[in-house]
């Protein structure tokens, strides 16, 4: 059974950071690629960023280009997303993805998710 479980969300203050993990288990993580979506409060699902399965190709959201570092560890089945100068309207839930293919995508979309990770920017 494919499982995804985010974790490291939790409440900081505008400008500050955060640590996004998920942690995969049950197929060969190595084989795919996989992606960071959000969900604000009261708004539809948002693409931020995607990784190719051996983690050299990354793509990134506009909104969150230059702030955000997405990465994998394939010995340890983990993908990462490091979040920088966080705002406000970074606020929400995070989930990653399993991916379909090998690629880093560019929109939302997985056939398997995680619960997600709640996010708080607030001072």
């Known amino acids: 059974e494919v499982q995804l479980v985010e974790s490291g969300g939790g409440l900081v203050q505008p400008g500050g950071s955060l640590r996004l993990s998920c942690a995969a288990s049950g197929f060969t993580f190595s084989t795919y690629g996989m992606s960071w979506v959000r969900q604000a409060p009261e708004k539809g699902l948002e693409w931020v960023s995607s990784?190719?399965?051996?983690?050299?190709?990354?793509t990134y959201a506009d909104s969150v280009k230059g702030r955000f570092t997405i990465s994998r560890d394939n010995a340890k089945n983990t993908l990462y997303l490091q979040m920088n100068s966080l705002k406000p309207e970074d606020a929400a839930v995070y989930y990653c993805?399993?991916?379909?293919?090998?690629?880093?995508?560019?929109?939302?979309?997985?056939?398997?998710w995680g619960q997600g990770t709640l996010v708080t920017v607030s001072s």
């Open positions: 993805t399993k991916r379909g293919g090998k690629i880093a995508y560019t929109n939302v979309g997985g056939d398997a």
């Open positions: 990784i190719n399965n051996g983690g050299v190709s990354t």
